[in-house]
């Protein structure tokens, strides 16, 4: 198991499980997280014939955009190579169904290691609003 957890803050967290049958590595990412900001962790899955980089995230509504998408940036730039592939998901709590700057500004940098958004539908139904707040982003090119 990979985990970030809260220390200050109560009730969130992110976690990997990953199946003991399966070779992966924890890529650490302790330097980079800030609760509410940017909450992550990251493992590298070891396949026979592709290796894939999954990055789970929560992103709080009161967090610092800015610094989110800044280490986001920074992380993906580090591991990056054109023979990995990424996998990212979580509460992002940037609402996909609105075309807006937070959305115009995380789009333009995932598509810069060709990273799309599938969903186009609701994820998260209260009452009488609708939201794409939980997300994926993965290499629709190769998937």
Same mark, same amino acid.
Do not use: W
């Given at each position: 198991?990979?985990?970030?957890?809260?220390?200050?803050?109560?009730?969130?967290?992110?976690?990997?499980?990953?199946? *003991?049958?399966? *070779?992966?590595?924890?890529?650490?990412?302790?330097?980079?997280?800030? *609760?509410?900001?940017?909450?992550?962790?990251?493992?590298?899955?070891?396949?026979?014939?592709?290796?894939?980089?999954?990055?789970?995230?929560?992103?709080?509504?009161?967090?610092?955009?800015?610094?989110?998408?800044?280490?986001? *940036?920074?992380?993906?730039?580090?591991?990056?190579?054109?023979?990995?592939?990424?996998?990212?998901?979580?509460?992002?709590?940037?609402?996909?169904?609105?075309?807006?700057?937070?959305?115009?500004?995380?789009?333009?940098?995932?598509?810069?290691?060709?990273?799309?958004?599938?969903?186009?539908?609701?994820?998260?139904?209260?009452?009488?609003?609708?939201?794409?707040?939980?997300?994926?982003?993965?290499?629709?090119?190769?998937?």
């Amino acid at each position: 198991m990979v985990k970030f957890c809260r220390g200050r803050y109560k009730n969130r967290g992110i976690c990997i499980f990953v199946n *003991e049958s399966i *070779e992966f590595d924890s890529i650490s990412t302790h330097h980079i997280c800030k *609760e509410k900001d940017l909450e992550i962790c990251t493992i590298k899955l070891n396949l026979p014939k592709i290796k894939i980089v999954i990055i789970p995230i929560y992103r709080s509504p009161t967090g610092n955009y800015n610094y989110f998408l800044r280490k986001l *940036e920074s992380l993906l730039n580090t591991l990056y190579t054109k023979k990995m592939e990424f996998i990212i998901c979580g509460d992002i709590n940037t609402n996909y169904l609105h075309c807006h700057n937070r959305r115009q500004q995380l789009d333009t940098l995932l598509a810069m290691y060709n990273l799309k958004n599938p969903v186009n539908f609701p994820t998260r139904i209260v009452n009488h609003t609708s939201t794409v707040i939980d997300n994926i982003f993965i290499d629709l090119s190769r998937n």
